[in-house]
Each structure stands twice: as C-alpha cells, then as structure tokens.
C-alpha cells in the first residue's frame, strides 16, 4: 500500500523568533479583546515584504552586494510609516516585527499611517561616506515602486541619520522627476524638515515621565530619575526633565554611567560629554556600570539605548517605581509580568517613545501643504497628541485592569479592526 506523507505546510519566512514575539503580543490581546478571527489573522502577517539586492561599487573599485527590506505589514488607516536601519543584524524576521511595531504606534497615536520598517544588512561603520551614499541611492531605486508620500515614507533608525534621508529624498525626486519632501521624514529642515523633529522622541519621553508621576502619585517635587543611554532619546529626556525641575541621579552611554544621588547638572554634562566623547569621569560622580545603573534606586527609570535590557536576570533587583520605554522593547516580555505584579507602573515603548512619529507625521503634513510651523507651534501640538494618547491608555487601565502595554495594544488593534472592518475585504 502507498503510504502519502502529510505535505509540512512551511511558515511564513519572516517567522523568526523576533517577529514570534511580536505575533504572540497580537495573539495575547486578541484572546483577551475577542477580535474576529479572520481579523486576527490578517494582521498576524505583513501585506507585504520586498526584499532587494542592492550592488554597491566600494570605494576600492569591487563591487559588494547587500540585501535590503522595506515591509509594509498594514496600511489600513494609511500610507506605511517607519523607519530604515543600517546593521549587519537585518532580516525579514527583524524587520517585519519592527514594521508591526510601528501599524500599533500610529494607530494608538491617531496617526493617519500604517506601520512600516526597512533596513540594510551591512555593517555601515566599515563603510566610507561615499559607500554610504551609493547604497542609500541604490536601495531607494530598488524600493522606488513601493514607496511615495501617499505609499510609504521613510524615516531614519539605527545608524542612518538626516543625511540618508536627504539621499532618499533626492534619488526617489531625481526618478519621478521634480522634488517631492514629503517622500521622508526626519529630512534636514533647509529641505523641509521640521523643527522640533530632532528632540522630538525625548521631549515625548519627559512628557510620559512628568504624566506617569502625576499617575502614580509620586508627590515629591523633584522626583528621581536614571536615564540609560544619553543619545538623541536619552539625552534629550535627561536635558528636559531637568530643566522641568526633576534630579537626574544617573545617566549613561555605551561606555558606562554616571551617578550621584543628589543630581547631576546635565547641562555641564553636555559641555563635558562634547569636550570628553563620554559621561564617565564627570565631576562629583561616582562610576557604575550599565547593568548596575538600571538597578539604581530611583522614582523613574529611562531605558533609552537598547532592546532587551530588563529581563529575568536582573528583573528582582530593579528598585525604580516606574519605567518609561525610551528604547523600544528595552523590558522583555517576563520581566513585564513580573514587574507589573510587583506594583511598578511601566509605560510601554508603543506610547513612550512616539514622539520621533507624531512630528515626522507634522513634517509629512507641513510638506505637503509648503506651509511650515514654528517650533512652539510643533512642541504645543505633539504635548497634545501626547496627553491625549496618555489619557486614553490610562483610563484603558483603570477600565480593564489590564498592563499599560497591553491596554495601549487594545487600543491600537481595535481601532486597526474598525477600520477593516469598515473597509470590508476586497474583492
Ligand atoms: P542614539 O544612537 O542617538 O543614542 C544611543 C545611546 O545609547 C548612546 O548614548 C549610546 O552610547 C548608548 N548605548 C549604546 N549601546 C549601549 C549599551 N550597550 N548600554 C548602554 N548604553 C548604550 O540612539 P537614539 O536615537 O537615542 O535611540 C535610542 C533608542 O530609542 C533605540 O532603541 C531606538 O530604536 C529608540 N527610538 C529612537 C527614536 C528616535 O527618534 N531617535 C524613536 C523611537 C525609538
């Protein structure tokens, strides 16, 4: 008798253990908020996923090749958002989490966007300005069809900066053939960027920290705070929380932290770090460690430099009362059980960290109208967005019991659903 072997339906190739993650938060809220199954399921995926080869003539005369990845995972509520990273750790998997990521930000912020991600696998510190150069160029080429200002628009991420997206903007211009600023965000303001876009995510950052407080009830006038990582998210936090009266006992870069329990005068820091390249051996402050810093005792922990930082190694020494994510996914998934359970309020990345989108969606919008805002007009709006999003998820809470992060998914991924269920399923 002929035996048929059952045929092994294969998974879908951006199943990766990163984007798995990602899928089992959809699938813990969908349980949780009984979403329509077939609703469920259609965002369990990206809509789409282009993968490129991008030839790169190097600077000694061969030719390297490079992959590429723009995902686009939906694009319900509008044209794909998100932003293009540089690293040799690059993949389907990678990206089309950070995509998913990012349709949730924009829902939960009332963005008219979908989310979006794409990156390059390369390592772009061994590459020279000019290799840089050709291959944002030639990844923009290969990725041209699917992005555009009504499509899809770019914005910088890990090591790619205001530079590459002025390179985006130029290559996909010079194609359709006249100048179009809306195609990406985070572009310098002499080609229509927006002012304000630059301290955007950390002045978010310091507003979710100054509303978790309110929150929380930490009636302390100068609550403390540890920062780790002082760069674009990090140090532009530190810098307004001080100036808003908070005591910054400790900060850190990739090299180390800093601490003092009576606060640290973060603009000297600046001067120090501009001369000095580093925060470690600034004056009246004792060294620590990038793992002791984040077991600091403190009002709030900023988690501002990577992924992954609170996890079940270190998750019983943490002391702060809150954690605001400046990084995104710097708790994992036990740690946010865990620390939930033990009374600590954690204001999730999706929430935290959206003030980088809110204003690129204000520069979208300015160069689209050819009307530009003052800086003022930026920072009054994105505080508006801000609080409005930090009500929601805060009465989402106290309606439901639910963590601060999965009451801002709920959010998200109910209004993804109206609006699919609106639009219906074509054909
Ligand atoms: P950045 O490169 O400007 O700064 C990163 C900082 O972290 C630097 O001070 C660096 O020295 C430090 N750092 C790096 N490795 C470290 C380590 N192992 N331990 C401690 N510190 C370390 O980057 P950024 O723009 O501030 O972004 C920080 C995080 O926020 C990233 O996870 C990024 O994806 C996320 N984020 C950024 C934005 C944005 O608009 N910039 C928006 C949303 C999310």
Redesign the pocket.
């Known amino acids: 008798m002929v035996t048929v072997k059952p045929v092994e339906i294969p998974g879908m190739e951006c199943e990766t253990p990163h984007f798995l993650d990602a899928q089992r938060q959809l699938d813990e809220i969908a349980l949780e908020m009984g979403l329509d199954p077939e609703l469920h399921e259609r965002l369990r995926y990206p809509k789409r996923a282009l993968i490129v080869t991008v030839p790169v003539r190097m600077d000694n005369g061969t030719v390297r090749t490079f992959t590429g990845y723009r995902v686009q995972h939906d694009v319900s509520l509008g044209p794909g958002k998100g ?1 293009i990273r540089f690293h040799p750790e690059v993949n389907l998997g990678e990206v089309s989490a950070l995509a998913m990521l990012m349709t949730w930000k924009c829902a939960l912020m009332g963005l008219p966007y979908g989310g979006a991600k794409g990156g390059i696998r390369c390592e772009p510190w061994n590459l020279s300005i000019g290799e840089q150069e050709r291959l944002t160029r030639r990844y923009t080429s290969e990725i041209i069809n699917i992005i555009g200002p009504d499509k899809d628009i770019p914005a ?3 090591y790619t900066n205001e530079q590459t997206m002025a390179w985006i903007m130029d290559t996909y211009s010079i194609n359709v053939g006249h100048t179009v600023p809306s195609v990406v965000t ?1 572009k310098p303001v002499s080609i229509g960027g927006s002012l304000g876009r630059q301290e ?3 002045r978010g950052v310091a507003f979710c920290v100054h509303r978790a407080c309110l929150e929380f009830g930490i009636t302390d006038k100068s609550p403390s705070v540890v920062v ?9 936090a530190a810098r307004q929380l001080f100036d808003s009266g908070y005591k910054v006992v400790a900060v ?4 180390g ?1 800093i601490y003092n329990p009576d606060g640290i005068d973060i603009p000297r820091l600046q001067a120090y770090i501009s001369e000095m390249g ?1 925060v470690e051996g600034f004056s009246n402050c004792k060294n620590v460690s ?1 793992a002791e810093l984040l077991t600091l005792p403190c009002d709030v922990l900023v988690p ?4 992954n ?1 609170i996890h079940e190694r270190n998750m019983t020494d943490i002391k702060a009362k809150i954690i605001v994510e ?5 708790v994992g998934p036990e740690a946010d059980h865990y620390l939930h359970e033990k009374g600590i309020l954690i204001v999730p ?1 999706i929430l935290a ?5 809110t204003v690129s969606y204000f520069e979208w919008v300015q160069g689209l109208m050819h009307l530009f805002w003052s800086e003022d007009e930026v920072n009054k709006r994105l505080e508006e967005i801000m609080g409005r999003a930090c009500d929601q998820v805060f009465a989402m809470v106290k309606k439901t019991g639910l963590r601060p992060r999965m009451a801002a998914l709920r959010l998200a991924v109910s209004r993804l659903a109206e609006a699919k269920r609106l639009r219906g399923l074509y054909p």
């Open positions: 932003g910088p991420d890990m985070g955007a995510t950390g780790q990582g002082f760069g674009n998210v990090g140090g532009v850190s870069d990739v090299h932290g580093r990038n501002a430099a990577l992924g930082q400046g990084a995104n996914g710097p990345d960290n959206a003030g980088g989108v």
